[in-house]
């Protein structure tokens, strides 16, 4: 098989983590043709009201998918990480009923929903991947929904921690016990009902019980099983089949 684009990769990298691709459908996703873009930190990629014909593939940095009421206050509903493509339903659902965002310099791959139909029509297994991941969004929104109606502080933000990581790890972004996670405490509160200065607290009880610690944007894992019982983590909802090697 050609060697593929560092774009491509990432998309590949992500269907194979929840499902098996031929080599004869990598080449295909290698052919998709991509229009890549930086957008700067606080940006958005695509707009609540927009009606895009393209799906942005994020191949660096990270994002969020949120919305703002009318006070102007933000729910941030799922973080993004490379691999991924939050606005794979704007393929079905032309209007866009919330915005994409960038929290870091994001890079993404901007896909024509024409290739992606022709890819769909020439290679149906990878469509039914592309749903599958569509529907594993769905179970991430149940499991938040669960934390913010439900679990504690506490047990919320070791519950993220806990997803972010393993997803990351599926698509290898991690090194070992740590990695990269450039998220503010203001945004972990806005994606968990909580005041930052609420995250700060429950931050510093997390580390003083051992189970994580930080240098700078890097999250350190030291105690995973601690980590996991903390936040009632149990990464069924995530779906993944296989971790990057």
Not at 34 to 61: K, M, N, Q
Not at 69 to 84: K, S
Not at 95 to 122: C, N
Not at 139 to 162: K, P, Q, T
Request: proline letters at 4%.
């Amino acid at each position: 098989m050609p060697a593929t684009s560092h774009e491509h990769d990432r998309l590949i990298r992500k269907l194979e983590s929840i499902g098996d691709l031929s080599a004869g459908e990598k080449a295909a996703i290698g052919r998709l043709p991509l229009d890549v873009r930086v957008f700067g930190a606080g940006t958005d990629l695509v707009r609540e009201g927009d009606r895009p014909s393209h799906s942005c593939l994020i191949v660096e940095g990270m994002t969020c998918r949120y919305k703002m009421t009318g006070d102007g206050q933000r729910q941030i509903m799922a973080f993004h990480l490379p691999g991924d493509i939050p606005d794979l339903q704007s393929l079905h659902l032309q209007t866009m009923d919330h915005g994409l965002g960038a929290i870091t310099r994001t890079t993404a791959a901007l896909i024509a929903h024409e290739s992606l139909y022709e890819l769909f029509r020439a290679h149906p297994s990878i469509g039914h991947l592309m749903w599958r991941d569509t529907l594993i969004d769905a179970a991430v929104f149940r499991e938040w929904l669960v934390g913010v109606g439900r679990r504690s502080a506490y047990s919320r933000i070791a519950d993220l921690l806990c997803e972010l990581f393993v997803r990351a790890r599926a698509v290898g972004l991690t090194h070992g016990d740590t990695m990269e996670l450039p998220i503010t405490q203001s945004e972990l509160g806005d994606a968990l009902g909580l005041s930052a200065v609420h995250v700060n607290r429950v931050l510093q009880e997390l580390r003083a019980d051992g189970f994580i610690s930080s240098r700078g944007r890097t999250l350190v894992i030291n105690d995973w099983p601690g980590l996991e019982k903390a936040g009632d983590f149990d990464p069924t909802y995530l779906h993944i089949r296989r971790m990057a090697a």
